[in-house]
């Protein structure tokens, strides 16, 4: 007998899919969202795999000066964020050719605090210097990565998708 493996059944769900528990191995999509979902028969709104959030795998215009969110967490209950990023723009005095800067960001929200933390590693960029700076951020409860440029006068555009982990 093979174990762990589950079926795939299509069917319409009459229920809001930010509520509905699902049975364990249950996989639906959440209409009007990026947002896949999987049950495990107790908690409501399923639990999001491959990604989803606010701004998961968009694409987001950060101007220097100030942090830009970049991806924000789909509910206030995650608690843990692995994100992919890549930053896409030109340094401070190069205009021939964009470079690109990639990263993953693990990021996670303190309760204690209610400061997000985050660790950036995997950083790999064509440019001479980094393009971008990440951070994470928590604001309203919902957990949140930024991305501020480093060159003081280009703007930098960022692509993420992530990882979700639910209390």
Not at 6 to 17: F, G, M, N, T
Not at 129 to 150: C, H, K, R, S, Y
Request: with cysteine.
């Amino acid at each position: 007998m093979i174990t762990g493996t589950r079926k795939l059944i299509s069917k319409e769900i009459q229920q809001d899919a930010d509520v509905y528990v699902g049975t364990t191995g249950e996989i639906w999509f959440q209409e009007g969202t990026q947002t896949l979902r999987f049950g495990d028969d107790t908690t409501p709104g399923g639990i999001p795999i491959g990604g989803s959030g606010g701004t998961n795998g968009a694409t987001t215009v950060c101007t220097p000066g100030s942090p830009t969110v970049v991806y924000t967490a789909s509910s206030s209950q995650v608690r843990t964020l692995k994100v992919l990023v890549q930053a896409v723009g030109y340094e401070t005095g190069v205009l021939d050719f964009p470079d690109t800067h990639s990263a993953e960001v693990m990021a996670v929200k303190n309760l204690r605090t209610g400061l997000g933390e985050a660790s950036v590693y995997g950083v790999t960029y064509t440019s001479v210097n980094p393009l971008v700076t990440f951070d994470a951020q928590v604001t309203g409860g919902m957990l949140e990565i930024t991305a501020q440029p480093t060159s003081l006068v280009n703007s930098i555009t960022v692509n993420s998708i992530g990882i979700e982990i639910e209390a």
